[in-house]
């Protein structure tokens, strides 16, 4: 069950990061999931690093951190995909 719930707070995370950076993304669902997953993790570490605490469980701070930590790896995902073009 905790795995779930990690797929779909990525999933959430996901979707409102894809909402707050509006683009042409050729992605599917998958990648979005991936995104919200790694972004909730890098969220997480950069808040763990600039003393905003720990990420302990799903809480509205853990949220705020991994959108922003997903917005961070969209960003980054989009400039390696347009280079690639």
Sequence with gaps: MRI?????F???AG??????LPGRDPQGCIVT????????IVGGWIGT???????QGFDIGSFFLA????MILLYVHRMLV????
């Design 10 to 12: 990525g999933l959430v």
């Design 15 to 20: 979707v409102i990061a894809k909402w707050l």
């Design 49 to 55: 690093q600039m003393g905003l605490g720990t990420v």
């Design 82 to 85: 347009s280079r690639k073009r």
């Design 67 to 70: 959108v922003g930590g997903t």
């Design 33 to 40: 999931v991936a995104l919200g997953i790694a972004g909730g």
């Design 4 to 8: 779930l719930s990690w797929i779909v």
